[in-house]
């Protein structure tokens, strides 16, 4: 008992110095919660990459409004934290499974039209279906043209950590985008003919 309140005391004293901007005080909330924060996710979820993004992201997310959200409870607050984004993680899996049963069944045309917006539209579709902190670290370095280093400073994460997210990001848009390449190359196949 003496343990947990000493514990939470040093909880506070740590989201204290995070709300005054401390970033080591940051880091040593995430160095101490983040390994069982990730076997949490894991536990929902199964997937070890997809854990670490969504945990990532739970911190950056603390980090970014450290000065207006009220914690009562680390170790609460950040359990909470994750399991919220673990479960609308597999509510979008359920959606995105709901979606494709239906699509199956149907067949698209579309290629039949050359129309960029309609192949534009695919593709960001697919970037925004990336993980949030993925999906962020993706745009920062096609949209907004900046460096890992640069990105890793703006989102307060290792530059390893930005290269492992981009790098899944790119296998990730290569595996869903696979038959939008078919369909083009099919489109311009077409097109030369007539």
Known sequence: MAKQVEENNH????????????EYAFELVFK?????????????????????????????KMW???????IRSLRGFLVVAVRNKCTNELKHRQVVREYEKVNDHKE????????ENVYLQKINNVIEE??????????????????YREIAEKLNISPKT????MGKALKYLR???????????????LLMML
């Open 11 to 22: 909880d506070t004293l740590l989201l204290q110095k995070i709300k005054a901007g401390d």
């Open 32 to 60: 101490n919660y983040y390994p069982h924060l990730v076997l949490l996710a894991q536990k929902y979820l199964g997937d070890k990459d997809l854990s670490e993004s969504i945990v990532q992201s739970v911190f950056v």
């Open 64 to 70: 970014e409004n450290r000065k207006t959200v009220e």
């Open 108 to 115: 698209e045309a579309v290629w039949m039209s050359f129309n």
């Open 130 to 147: 990336l993980p949030e902190q993925r999906k962020r670290i993706f745009k920062m370095s096609r949209m907004d043209g900046l460096k």
């Open 162 to 165: 930005v290269e492992v997210q």
């Open 175 to 189: 595996e869903q985008l696979q038959p939008l390449k078919k369909q083009l190359l099919a489109t311009i196949a």
